[in-house]
Nanobody, 115 residues
Framework: QVHLVESGGGFVQPGGSLRLSCAAS????????MGWARQAPGKERELVAT???????YVAGSVSGRFTISRDHAKNTVYLQMNNLKPDDMAVYYC?????????WGQGTQVTVSS
C-alpha cells in the first residue's frame, strides 16, 4: 500500500507561480513513476508531468517551459513547480504513484488561476 499526501494548491493570479508537493509513504520500492495529472470541470483528466525513481522526466507540451517536475528521493516527495500560470491551468491536480503494486492516486488539490 502507498499513501500520498498532496499540498500546495491555492489561488493565484495569471502569471503567478505555485509549487505542488506530493509525499509518498508505504511500500515504495523501485522502480516507480510518480506524476501529476489534472482535471478541469467538464474535461477529462490529462497527464501533466511524470518522473521516475531514476529521474527520467516527462512534461506535457501544454505546460512545457512553464512547469517543472522534480523529486527529493530521500523524502519520497515529488514537486511540480508551476510558473506563468494561465486560466487554462485551473483544475484539480492529482498526484499519482505507479509501482509494483499498481497505481495510487492522491485526493487532489485545487489550483485556481484568476484575476
Amino acid at each position: 500500500q502507498v499513501h500520498l499526501v498532496e499540498s500546495g494548491g491555492g489561488f493565484v493570479q495569471p502569471g503567478g507561480s505555485l509549487r505542488l508537493s506530493c509525499a509518498a509513504s508505504g511500500s515504495i520500492d523501485s522502480p516507480w513513476l510518480m506524476g501529476w495529472a489534472r482535471q478541469a470541470p467538464g474535461k477529462e483528466r490529462e497527464l501533466v508531468a511524470t518522473i521516475t525513481d531514476i529521474g527520467i522526466r516527462y512534461v506535457a507540451g501544454s505546460v512545457s517551459g512553464r512547469f517543472t517536475i522534480s523529486r527529493d528521493h530521500a523524502k519520497n516527495t515529488v514537486y511540480l513547480q508551476m510558473n506563468n500560470l494561465k486560466p487554462d491551468d485551473m483544475a484539480v491536480y492529482y498526484c499519482s504513484f505507479n509501482g509494483r503494486a499498481g497505481v495510487t492516486w492522491g485526493q487532489g488539490t485545487q489550483v485556481t488561476v484568476s484575476s
